[in-house]
């Protein structure tokens, strides 16, 4: 596609509830990364893909916390026993490994607003 | 709807002046440093980067001096505009990484 697609762009449920949180990437995109960001501040690393694989998910919180991409493209953003503590907005982003600089730059999609009450 | 902003340091410009926005970084080890613009509702844009073997390096109206000794990083925004405000975070990679460390972010508002 155009850009990163994220749905839903709002979701509320109740503490307790499972949530699922689907990115669709740039076509052609191999890396995919979340990030979970909270009011007032910057974007918290969360997870990243290179293709299939979760090359790092060193910033998932706890184990409520899993993502998938089976097949290389879209990804899931799975939560459960929702807290109230996890209302944030959730960003993913994709990446083709190389900007002007010859490094990495992420293109962002407009994020998930998640409200746990 | 919700601002990004809430708490965030602030810029408050008037339209036609310059900007300078700053960001202090504490890993030694960083390498590759981008600039992002988020306005509200939506995600983090793409402004500028720059590696470490540079000390400055500019765009269309931007311009982004890096500053290794003490961990600085700034972005000039010349004939800041209205459509320029926005929260900006500088972000870092360090050692070959592909993950960004986000830093808080810096709003700035453009008064007409």
């Known amino acids: 596609g155009a850009g990163v697609s994220q749905t839903p762009s709002n979701k509320v449920t109740e503490k307790g509830k499972y949530v699922e949180l689907r990115c669709d990437p740039i076509s052609g995109h191999t890396a995919l990364y979340w990030y979970r960001q909270s009011l007032g501040q910057g974007p918290e690393f969360l997870i990243y893909f290179q293709g299939t694989g979760a090359a790092d998910d060193s910033g998932l919180p706890n184990d409520r916390f899993f993502a998938v991409r089976p097949e290389g493209s879209v990804s899931t953003l799975k939560i459960q026993r929702t807290e109230r503590g996890d209302s944030a907005v959730y960003l993913c982003a994709s990446s083709s490994g190389t900007g002007p600089s010859g490094a990495n730059v992420l293109t962002f999609g407009a994020g998930s607003r998640l409200t746990v009450l | 709807g919700e601002s990004v902003g809430l708490h965030l340091p602030t810029l408050s410009v008037q339209e036609g002046d310059n900007s300078i926005i700053n960001c202090a970084y504490s890993?030694?080890?960083?390498?590759?440093f981008i600039w992002y613009k988020q306005e509200s509702g939506k995600g983090p844009q793409f402004i500028i980067d720059i590696r470490s073997n540079m000390d400055k390096r500019q765009g269309q109206r931007v311009t982004v001096l890096l500053n290794k000794t003490v961990k600085h990083l700034s972005l000039q925004i010349a004939a800041t505009q209205p459509g320029d405000s926005a929260v900006y975070f500088c972000a870092e990679n360090s050692g070959g990484s592909y993950i960004p460390t986000f830093g808080r972010g810096t709003s700035l508002i453009v008064h007409p």
């Open positions: 890993n030694s080890a960083s390498d590759y």
